[in-house]
């Protein structure tokens, strides 16, 4: 272990292996360097995920630094807007950004904090996503894989809503989540991981929206459309 001087006269131990940091305090701290409990516990559940999901999508990414915010006037204050409630991590520039477990059920409506670990699979999903494809179009499979994969069990839509898929394209909203997992997960049992992970790697960062159509109907041999889906949900 290497110890260097932080600018702000605060001393941060150094490991490679992944950092989290109490933005608030400007303390960093390297996961692995602590024998405590849950230190343990976050290093088993970064390693398990990051080999589930190098497993998953047959790609390697380079290892996050995980963030820790903590309160929700600091993420608001990041995001130099008033958050909503639910709102409890995102992943940018590689890096994934998340509320503190210590007050994670106190400053977000999630109050088990099983979501803590969940939401943190969920943001390291996107980073495999975009690593694919760079942007993270169409945001409905985007999200939907990731709440597939990070165990995230959404509400069934409505066949109604079922059918808005579409308008999930490059837009977003609190009902993506629901609908996003309800396609990517009948996607995957009723055609196979293969199919969809054919479609996420033909996918560029300049795919327009019409190439996504043409490139779904070359790998599912039916029409990415509302006439074609109907017959999908039967």
């Known amino acids: 272990m290497i110890q260097l001087s932080s600018e702000t006269g605060t001393d941060v131990m150094f490991v490679p292996f992944v950092i989290y940091v109490i933005i608030e ?7 692995g360097t602590d024998k405590s409990k849950f230190n343990k516990k976050m290093t088993e559940f970064l390693k398990s995920t990051r080999k589930e999901l190098d497993d998953f999508y047959n790609v390697n990414i380079q290892q996050p630094s995980i963030f820790f915010i903590d309160s ?8 130099k807007r008033k958050t909503e409630e639910w709102f409890s991590a995102w992943a940018k520039d590689g890096n994934i950004y ?8 106190k400053e977000s409506n999630h109050k088990d904090i099983k979501h803590f670990w969940q939401s943190l699979k969920h943001e390291y999903c996107h980073l495999y996503y975009r690593k694919i494809i760079v942007v993270g179009y169409p945001k409905w499979l985007n999200e939907g894989l990731a709440n597939y994969l990070a165990g995230q069990v959404k509400k069934k839509p409505t066949k109604a809503e079922a059918l808005r898929v579409f308008d999930y394209y490059d837009k977003s909203d609190w009902q ?22 054919t479609l996420i790697k033909s996918i560029g960062s300049q795919t327009t929206e019409k190439e996504f159509v043409q490139k779904f ?4 041999k039916f029409h990415y ?4 889906f109907k017959k999908i949900l039967g």
Do not use: A, C
Request: net charge positive; no cysteine; hydrophobic share 40%.
């Open 217 to 220: 109907h070359q790998i599912y």
């Open 72 to 79: 929700r006037k600091e993420v608001d204050k990041i995001w």
């Open 176 to 197: 993506i989540y629901n609908i996003g997992y309800f396609w990517t997960k009948l996607l995957i049992e009723k055609f196979g991981k293969k199919k969809l992970l």
């Open 225 to 228: 459309s509302k006439t074609d």
């Open 25 to 31: 305090n400007m303390h960093e701290f390297l996961l």
């Open 98 to 105: 998340i509320l503190n477990p210590e007050i994670y059920t």
